[in-house]
């Protein structure tokens, strides 16, 4: 099993202010999808398109908000122990940063 499988704490660092999340990521061979759960407005969003290559992957979903929807594409690296990520998240042509860890 590939050490990107289980629960991800992550925290996106945006132009929206910080966004926590918690991910869950079933890995598919050198693909995965998931969920991202928003802990700020307690929605869903399906993880998809998710890649892995090595220790780095990328990932896509789609944010719901009150009147539009945005794209969110994350590419980061896993580290050596398996333990951490960060990266670049990257909604609406602005580009901030993340890092998470495994809770399970």
């Known amino acids: 099993m590939h050490p990107l499988q289980g629960k991800w704490k992550i925290v996106a660092h945006t132009s929206f202010g910080d966004l926590p999340s918690v991910n869950e990521i079933t890995v598919d061979g050198d693909t995965f999808h998931g969920f991202m759960h928003d802990e700020k407005s307690g929605k869903d969003y399906d993880i998809v398109n998710g890649k892995i290559d090595g220790n780095h992957f990328t990932l896509e979903t789609s944010m719901s908000f009150v009147v539009f929807s945005i794209n969110v594409d994350l590419e980061g690296t896993l580290s050596e122990d398996g ?21 399970e």
């Open 83 to 103: 333990k951490t990520i960060e990266g670049t998240v990257t909604a609406m042509s602005k580009t901030g940063t993340f890092e998470g860890e495994k809770i």
